[in-house]
């Protein structure tokens, strides 16, 4: 999650925990400690592949983060003693690893069990997500206006809990909702991700990846009986596989599962995680190989320009949210577009 709902949770817990003993000076030692994890980003891991797959790694695996807890527990007792000891450990414990925990319902991949296994992503939640973040917001408000306000920190903690159960329970229910429409396509056993479109659990979008064909789907639950639109973007097999040995390459499909774009332009032989962003407007493509003569000759990784989102992709969102219009077409959203329908 992005960093402000970061640091509303960890202050949030640290409130609820010793917030009677410590006061208003709780609230920001939480918050520091719920950015620790994601200091990882000031890491230089050599190559842009490298930065973008070890990001949420070490820094958020439950085995670092256990016995980092331990010794932020003994730091801070013999700096404050007066909540005592266990007090302190269950608060570090609790701060630290609910950081990764939450991570791990965005869609970006989260290493909570480094250096063993792939990257956790349940995918229920957008990265930021105002619904979750408001009630800790607001319990840290009330507590700084009149500490210790235990219970508004602790019922804010309660709602943005509600609110993730709320969004797995949406994901299988949208599940449920496009999975025999791929099947009645052709796409019964194929890969798909399911998550949420910007900013909210209202509107989904299903992405399902076959060799041919990237298939996506935009539905909410504000879409009554409408039936489903499936749109389908072409996909290069042939350029998966000239560069499907190279390190970075291999990288990247573990990472992402494989939800990977690959096109040709001017030459290069690039990679985007389709899972980020929306169509036309995927943050994170990188440059694994050049193409001369027939041969491919490999690149660094690199990190290609991010593309410039549509400004006239947001009204369109947000039409297609509340169910003003029936249908979005996301290749409408690379670029402005008078139509609004597919």
């Known amino acids: ?55 949420r790694g070490f820094s958020h695996s439950l085995f670092v983060l256990a016995p980092l807890s331990l010794l932020l527990a003994a730091l801070l007792w013999r700096w404050k003693p007066e909540p005592g000891f266990s007090r302190w450990l269950l608060l570090t414990a609790m701060v630290l690893m609910t950081h990764p925990l939450l991570d791990t319902f965005t869609t970006y991949g989260t290493q909570l069990f480094w250096p063993i296994g792939r990257p956790l992503a349940i995918s229920s939640v957008f990265i930021i997500d ?38 797995f329970v949406a994901q299988q229910a949208i599940t449920e909702r496009v999975q025999p429409a791929l099947a009645d396509a052709g796409f019964e056993d194929v890969e798909l991700l399911v998550q949420p479109m910007p900013f909210n659990t209202v509107l989904w979008r299903a992405t399902a990846m076959t060799d041919q064909h990237r298939v996506e789907i935009v539905t909410g639950f504000l879409d009554g009986d409408a039936p489903l639109t499936l749109e389908y973007f072409p996909r290069q097999p042939e350029l998966a596989k000239a560069v499907s040995q190279l390190p970075e390459t291999r990288r990247l499909e573990w990472f992402t599962r494989g939800f990977l774009d690959y096109k040709t332009n001017g ?56 169910g003003a219009i029936p249908v979005l077409c996301l290749a409408s959203l690379a670029t402005p577009t008078s139509g609004q329908e597919c």
């Open 1 to 55: 999650m992005d960093s402000i709902t970061q640091a509303a949770l960890g202050a949030s817990i640290a409130g609820v925990l010793a917030g009677k003993s410590l006061g208003r000076p709780v609230l920001l030692t939480g918050a520091l400690l719920a950015t620790l994890p994601d200091l990882d980003v000031l890491i230089d891991y050599g190559t842009a592949v490298a930065n973008f797959t070890q990001h």
């Open 130 to 167: 105002p619904l979750y973040t408001l009630p800790l917001l607001a319990g840290c408000i009330a507590f700084l206006i009149r500490p210790p306000a235990v219970r508004a920190v602790a019922a804010g903690l309660a709602l943005s809990t509600a609110y993730l159960g709320w969004s």
């Open 267 to 322: 030459g290069e032989i690039t990679a985007t995680d389709v899972r980020l962003g929306i169509p036309g407007a995927h943050p994170f493509t990188f440059i694994l190989a050049n193409q001369q003569d027939g041969s491919v000759i490999p690149g660094n990784g690199a990190r290609a320009p991010r593309p410039v989102m549509n400004t006239g992709a947001l009204p369109l969102l947000w039409a297609r949210t509340t």
